[in-house]
């Protein structure tokens, strides 16, 4: 039986080397095509529903009276702007949330379909146009969705902005200090800092040897609790949901291409990593073509409530 993912140390980067981080989300950033950004929302897992609804409970619970509203100028910058005018009186008291890293989109239209108004910040392109694309009409008003081509380190939100800031499958590409920083910025007083994530759910033997196979990184270590600085953020809450889904053996082959591991492989390295998919799943689990299988995933959701002044 394989061993399963070693612990790992609470508040330990998962990326320690910061050039791998750099190289591996180059993968998600300048060198995401527009035929990528579609396959990676197409294949990537959406989020569970009691997970979004804790979002948005967590940012319902933070609605300040006199907030400042964000706008993006033709630049694609964001800049600060007052809320007379720009936010629609229907959506005036609708929490807001920064997404970052927001990639297509996935937790971005759970969010808006919940009620909430975002700022999804993503310095892909790509991404950017595939979010714009697959979010519905009503949702593309300024007043409910936001679009900001920039990175988590330096999103342009305005300061004490956001009820909530979340990152979706993100967290492990930022710049830890950078980041705590810039949330810091523009979350409100006893606003939510969120950092959420889907994992193959390796607990169960099979899985877990699929993991190996595929490279797939972003498996849940035990105890392991998001990088941020105790001083200036409260100890974390963590909950965790296990749940499964349909995919055929053609779809777990795909899936594995939109991990960053894949992108920043060599070609000799991808035949290598599909003959042994081939194996794994053809041969040894049997699995029968165009069948869907139930494949055990792992959401676990961490938040943090940014103190208020003493």
């Not at 041969?283 to 003493?310: I, Q, R």
């Amino acid at each position: 039986m394989p061993s399963r993912p070693k612990p790992r140390q609470a508040q330990q980067a998962l990326i320690t080397d910061p050039e791998r981080r750099r190289r591996l989300a180059a993968a998600f950033d300048d060198d995401t095509t527009l035929e990528a950004a579609w396959r990676y929302d197409a294949l990537r897992p959406r989020y569970p529903e009691d997970a979004v609804k804790q979002l948005l409970a967590a940012a319902a619970g933070h609605l300040p009276a006199g907030r400042d509203d964000v706008r993006q100028d033709t630049s694609g910058q964001a800049t600060p702007g007052p809320t007379a005018g720009t936010l629609a009186a229907a959506d005036a008291e609708a929490p807001v949330i920064a997404d970052l890293g927001a990639g297509t989109g996935i937790l971005t239209r759970a969010l808006l379909a919940g009620g909430a108004s975002v700022h999804a910040v993503e310095p892909s392109a790509a991404m950017l146009q595939v979010l714009r694309a697959r979010s519905p009409e009503d949702q593309l008003r300024p007043a409910r969705l936001q679009l900001h081509q920039a990175t988590a380190e330096a999103t342009g939100l305005g300061q004490a902005s956001c009820d909530v800031v979340v990152a979706a499958q993100a967290w492990h590409w930022f710049d830890d200090a950078l980041v705590q920083e810039e949330v810091r910025r523009i979350l409100r007083p006893q606003g939510v800092l969120a950092v959420v994530a889907n994992y193959l759910d390796t607990s169960v033997p099979w899985v877990h040897r699929l993991t190996r196979i595929m490279r797939a990184g972003d498996v849940y270590r035990p105890g392991w609790t998001p990088p941020v600085d105790p001083a200036r953020f409260d100890a974390w809450h963590t909950t965790q949901a296990r749940w499964e889904r349909g995919i055929t053996p053609e779809g777990i082959r795909e899936l594995s291409t939109t991990l960053s591991s894949w992108l920043s492989a060599d070609e000799p390295a991808r035949a290598r990593r599909r003959a042994n998919l081939d194996w794994y799943l053809d041969e040894h689990l049997g699995l029968t073509p165009g069948e869907p299988v139930a494949l055990p995933y792992l959401t676990v959701l961490h938040t943090s409530v940014l103190p208020g002044p003493a």
